[in-house]
């Protein structure tokens, strides 16, 4: 989508839930764009609907789409040389392991 393609707000439902995990100490309200509440299947789970709301917010027209699209790759990229690399170290710690078994025998 093309910055020139961007709406000028955005209506959405949300729904405020009351919920708390089982390693939660204390319930939290939160917003979520579904009904949480229609999908808690653990019984150790509280998950209350306490509302839903339509919400309309202003989407930002000054941000530099193709760039920060662009941004996220560079870090998507540097997450996947970072655990190529601990592969790599891996593999290698490996070989050399092997390496030393084959000199001592």
Do not use: F, W
Not at 42 to 66: A, F, K, N, R, S
């Amino acid at each position: 989508m093309s910055q020139n393609e961007l709406p000028t707000e955005i209506t959405q439902t949300v729904y405020v839930i009351l919920r708390q995990m089982r390693y939660d100490e204390k319930p939290r309200v939160v917003i979520a764009d579904y009904d949480l509440s229609t999908l808690t299947r653990d019984p150790d789970e509280l998950c209350v609907t306490l509302g839903c709301h339509e919400i309309t917010l202003p989407v930002p027209q000054d941000v530099d789409v193709i760039g920060a699209h662009v941004e996220n790759l560079k870090e998507q990229k540097k997450k996947v040389m970072a655990e190529a690399q601990v592969a790599i170290n891996r593999i290698e710690e490996r070989i050399q392991s092997l390496l030393a078994i084959e000199h001592k025998g």
